[in-house]
């Protein structure tokens, strides 16, 4: 048996693989040790795995495995799942870049709950951009479209029709957003969650433009600064995956070309395992 696990803030996806049936997915709440203590992540894959099968190999891809994290993660799998004779913790950019380019030399970026990029030259990273979070950066992510879209919302960017569409649809005023935002917990989340209602409205002429300005912040801020426009800039994550035509459109404008855009990265992890 092979484990194969995709963390986002958001959910983790695993994927059980074996050599005598088809691929299981299991579905958790996301798994970031920049966000979680060590006694969150491991009660998140104790409650979800403690019926199952020890691993043979376990490969762990996930957001916020910054080289100091790493350790970590990977005593907590090892403590789980005993029998894997092969542990690997990787931060959820390697992930995506060897889902979208295998052993290529390519451009590689997530566009999710958060965002990142980096230049890969088909098996490490070379180069690649801070990312900083989704307070001071995340330019191009769910995150950062919620945060625009308040901006402009509030800011008398966007129409009064659009505004209080909003507040009625989504039982939210400005009060309680700046609860949400300040004062409780995950607010990346919730600034992410906003996605349903601006896919609904991406019509409206002043919610295009958000979305279209947050890919061109993320193409100006992420991919510009590897000066590789030869390259096509490849794309995994829901918010890339939702809103393709205007990433598509954001490129147009800053002179990149899309290559390949997954929502998932597992096929192609699947691919690079060999499995």
């Known amino acids: 048996m092979i484990l194969i696990a995709d963390s986002g803030s958001t959910k983790t996806d695993w994927v059980i693989v074996t050599s005598t049936a088809q691929p299981v997915v299991i579905n958790t709440q996301g798994i970031n040790p920049v966000h979680q203590s060590r006694e969150q992540i491991v009660s998140i894959i104790r409650d979800e795995f403690q019926n199952r099968v020890g691993a043979e190999a376990v490969y762990f891809y996930g957001s916020g495995i910054r080289p100091e994290m790493e350790k970590t993660m990977r005593d907590v799998l090892e403590e789980r799942f005993p029998q894997a004779i092969t542990v690997e913790v990787h931060s959820d950019l390697l992930g995506a870049a060897r889902a979208l380019c295998g052993h290529e030399y390519g451009i590689a970026s997530i566009l999710g709950t958060g965002a990142n990029s980096c230049l890969y030259d088909g098996e490490k990273i070379v180069e690649h951009t801070p990312a900083l979070g989704y307070i001071l950066g995340d330019e191009g992510s769910g995150a950062a479209l919620g945060k625009r879209f308040l901006h402009d919302l509030y800011g008398g960017k966007l129409s009064e029709e659009i505004k209080t569409t909003f507040e009625k649809d ?68 829901s918010i890339a995956w939702h809103y393709q035509e205007e990433l598509q459109e954001a490129a147009q404008l800053t002179g990149f070309t899309i290559g390949t855009i997954l929502k998932s990265p597992i096929e192609g992890l699947l691919r690079y395992h060999k499995i």
Do not use: C, T
Not at 182 to 211: K, M, T
């Open 170 to 237: 989504m039982h939210l005023d400005l009060a309680e957003i700046i609860n949400r935002v300040y004062r409780q917990p995950l607010a990346n989340r919730f600034l992410a969650s906003l996605s349903v209602f601006i896919s609904n409205h991406r019509e409206d002429e002043g919610v295009h433009g958000v979305l279209v300005n947050n890919f061109v912040d993320f193409l100006n801020y992420h991919i510009a600064p590897y000066n590789r426009r030869d390259l096509p800039v490849s794309f995994i994550g």
